[in-house]
């Protein structure tokens, strides 16, 4: 940090008391201690504006820029006091007027300008990228209205507008605006920053830009919009329904809009800085976010030819040093093709360029796999972001090795040098600091500051493995947590759960390959043996979040079922003494703080071969829960650092079904036959029982698909699922034991830092 930063920084630290009582005299005439908590949140979050303008802005001759059409940001109050290092003592001032710094953080909304995982990731990155002090700015859009907000009628999903965008929030509007342009049609975009903190560092920058003319208005019932008035509508929504063209085409509209806008970045600070552009690769590093962001390569190109008299060549060459690329699925939905025809609606100027780049390959590779633009006119984003960029990446080892031998093979062939892995990290800031501040101190007083800054000292913590007071602190702890978590769902969903019950817990986006319906089979399966009298040793309480995509039908129905379970349920005078459910309403960031350090088996049970990594699994890893899950995406990794004791793996290996799948051998309805188990538990979907609660058609439906296609295989993993699950619960018993589970968990975590993943990044792939 330079002296002069550090030192203003310093002194306002030093006086904060005093900032905090003179900025409330300004704005509402009165001394903190008579300021209403919402005051305070006002106050506060002026004071840490201050405190971020003043700290050392990561800066360097190169740099780079994450795009991204979604960063999960989560709630930013509470975790810029905490790394701007000033939290603690925030809290004691606040504490001397009775007021509870925890509780003002509650009056924060949380930006969701993303969906799952994948923002998430590029979130808990921006922390990495500010905390090691890196030259990196996040680039992405201003979704006026996020993803949408969750709510529960008639035990349904409803959708409504996401409100986050107001006077308090951490955007700041700067002059900065880029003329964007579709063919002949113009729109104007603005630049937004966003200040992320590092953790005892400077601080970097997200670039969030908005489309000047967007018009809220547009939004009339729940979510819907004309979706063709693009000049008004482009960054109100994040991935609005692209069931139709006009979806489409508008999906195509904001990509190309967060494109232009992140290469336009790009050319004004090499243009600010006067660096030579034929050195652009020396000065900038584009990490592309799955494909989404992919036209900033034919856009830059563009540019260089129309603008700074390249050749056509010479471009492409810069270009492919510049651009990176992370793959982030193998699931053919997310491979993003688009046939030509719509591009050249949207962005015909960008047409030449993709069609030169699909002329190269055609020249350099016989292969007709490997093409851009295949013989349909559809184009492939994932073939061009791998033929021209210099790095491609899996997000875990093993979704690394299957983008080799199987689905990205062909590519792989082609440039074996260019494949490489980065496992996903999660920052431990939010997701241990921040959400579990009982269990930070503790393991502070225990291990010292190290881990603070260098996660693998958690590894420490392995010395304490036979330590009974150990052990029972961290026990204690998670009991904490459970009661908190119990009072906040009892007042938030109006479900009284037992913290003495084990919770085991699902929060993800609602998808059959993340395998709700599987748990839900479980459920039921567990329901049906404590009606016939086998009732469990200890109370059970099941807990489910997740928002499923609107026109993602059978997702709507797997919610619906899990709703319709809850009801039968906790309302049955036999079973709710033995076990409970709930499924919480719109889960996002700030949920899964509360939700994560209350878990005592994280459910990661997705079909091997599809997750590509999560990382939900290291949160919870993180917070002392024990994973209940299948050799998948970096729950691999996890099982390998904790050993077969200390984690709960069952069901078929990625290998043996990606073998299914290629021998199209996998038949749901034979499972069904020849299991009573699973008979019963799959016909109970469509019990009396389930139709009272429920909707006949979305019941049916459902069970229909399991019995008939049940494309990610829930049938062939449910019985070893249950008996797994089933000797969890009973380990859950030999209470030494477990806790010692816990603390292997946490003591392992620190590969999973963020911290180790973006020095991975920029050893690898940056080199800033
Ligand atoms: C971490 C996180 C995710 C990703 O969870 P997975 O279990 O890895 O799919 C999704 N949503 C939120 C709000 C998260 O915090």
Request: hydrophobic share 40%; glycine share 4%.
């Amino acid at each position: 940090m330079s002296k002069h930063a550090s030192l203003q920084r310093d002194i306002l630290i030093l006086n904060l008391e005093q900032q905090l009582e003179n900025a409330a005299k300004k704005q509402f005439g009165k001394p903190l201690a008579r300021c209403t908590d919402k005051q305070i949140y006002q106050v506060l979050v002026g004071v840490t504006n201050d405190l971020l303008s003043v700290s050392e802005p990561c800066a360097g001759e190169k740099k780079v820029y994450y795009i991204s059409m979604e960063f999960l940001i989560g709630r930013l109050l509470i975790n810029n006091l905490i790394n701007l290092g000033v939290y603690e003592k925030v809290r004691a001032i606040l504490e001397k007027h009775g007021r509870d710094l925890a509780e003002i953080g509650e009056l924060d909304t949380e930006p969701s300008l993303g969906n799952g995982g994948l923002g998430r990731l590029a979130s808990c990155f921006m922390d990495s990228i500010a905390t090691l002090g890196l030259a990196g700015e996040g680039v992405g859009l201003a979704w006026h209205f996020g993803l949408f907000k969750q709510i529960f009628k008639n035990r349904e999903q409803r959708t409504a507008k996401d409100v986050w965008m107001n006077a308090d929030s951490f955007l700041r509007r700067t002059d900065t605006t880029f003329d964007v342009f579709f063919g002949k049609k113009k729109v104007t975009a603005r630049m937004y920053d966003m200040v992320i903190a590092g953790y005892d560092s400077g601080v970097c920058k997200m670039r969030l830009f908005d489309l000047e003319s967007v018009d809220e208005s547009l939004v009339k019932r729940g979510i819907t919009f004309d979706k063709t008035a693009v000049k008004k509508n482009l960054t109100l929504f994040l991935y609005p329904d692209d069931s139709d063209e006009a979806g489409n085409l508008l999906r195509i509209y904001q990509e190309y809009f967060l494109s232009s806008c992140a290469a336009q970045l790009i050319m004004q600070q090499m243009r600010e800085q006067q660096y030579d552009y034929h050195k652009l690769p020396e000065h900038a590093q584009v990490q592309i976010n799955d494909t989404h962001p992919s036209l900033v390569i034919p856009e830059l190109i563009r540019i260089l030819v129309e603008h700074k008299a390249f050749s056509i060549d010479e471009a492409i060459d810069l270009v492919s040093d510049v651009c990176s690329y992370t793959n982030h699925t193998i699931l053919a939905e997310a491979l993003e093709t688009w046939p030509m025809r719509y591009i050249k609606k949207v962005v015909p100027q960008l047409v030449p360029y993709i069609r030169a780049l699909d002329e190269r390959v055609r020249i350099r590779f016989d292969n007709p796999k490997v093409r851009i633009i295949d013989s349909k006119q559809r184009v492939h984003m994932a073939h061009m972001d791998i033929h021209y960029s210099h790095s491609v990446n899996g997000v875990a080892a093993l979704h690394t090795e299957i983008l080799k031998k199987t689905e990205l093979r062909d590519f792989y062939e082609l440039y074996p040098k260019k494949f490489n892995n980065k496992t996903n990290g999660i920052t431990f800031r939010r997701w241990l600091m921040l959400c579990n501040p009982e269990l930070f101190s503790y393991l502070t007083e225990l291990l010292g500051k190290g881990f603070h800054k260098n996660a693998t000292k958690l590894k420490k913590l392995l010395d304490y493995e036979n330590d009974k007071k150990v052990l029972d602190r961290l026990a204690q702890i998670k009991q904490h947590n459970k009661v908190k978590l119990a009072e906040y769902i009892e007042e938030k969903e109006g479900v009284a759960l037992n913290p003495d019950s084990v919770f085991d817990i699902q929060i993800k986006r609602m998808h059959e390959y993340k395998r709700q319906q599987m748990n839900a089979l479980y459920i039921i399966h567990k329901y049906l043996e404590i009606r016939r009298g086998k009732t469990p040793k200890r109370p059970i309480t099941f807990i489910f979040g997740a928002k499923a995509a609107p026109a993602y039908v059978i997702a709507q129905d797997i919610i619906h079922l899990l709703l319709v379970l809850q009801e039968i349920i906790n309302n049955d005078p036999k079973v709710n003494k033995h076990m409970k459910l709930v499924m919480v309403e719109n889960y996002n960031v700030s949920y899964a703080e509360k939700l994560i350090p209350a878990c005592d088996i994280s459910e990661q049970i997705s079909l091997a071969s599809k997750e590509a990594s999560g990382t939900g699994n290291m949160k919870f890893m993180l917070n002392g829960a024990v994973t209940l899950g299948t050799e998948d995406g970096a729950n691999v990794e996890i099982h390998s650092l904790v050993g077969d004791e200390n984690i709960y793996i069952f069901g078929k290996r990625a290998d043996e079904v990606i073998a299914h799948y290629k021998n199209a051998d996998y038949v749901s309805r034979d499972f069904y036959r020849n299991s009573k188990v699973i008979r019963e538990a799959v016909d109970f979907i469509t019990s009396a029982k389930c139709l009272k609660a429920g909707n006949k058609k979305r019941l049916t439906r459902l069970r229909d698909e399991l019995l008939n296609k049940d494309w990610f295989m829930t049938l062939l993993d449910l019985e070893e699922y249950i008996r797994v699950k089933d000797k969890a619960f009973r380990d859950y018993e030999k209470r030494t034991a477990w806790k010692q589970k816990m603390l292997v968990n946490i003591a392992e975590a620190g590969y999973f830092s963020s911290d180790r993943t973006i020095r991975d990044y920029n050893r690898d792939i940056w080199r800033l």
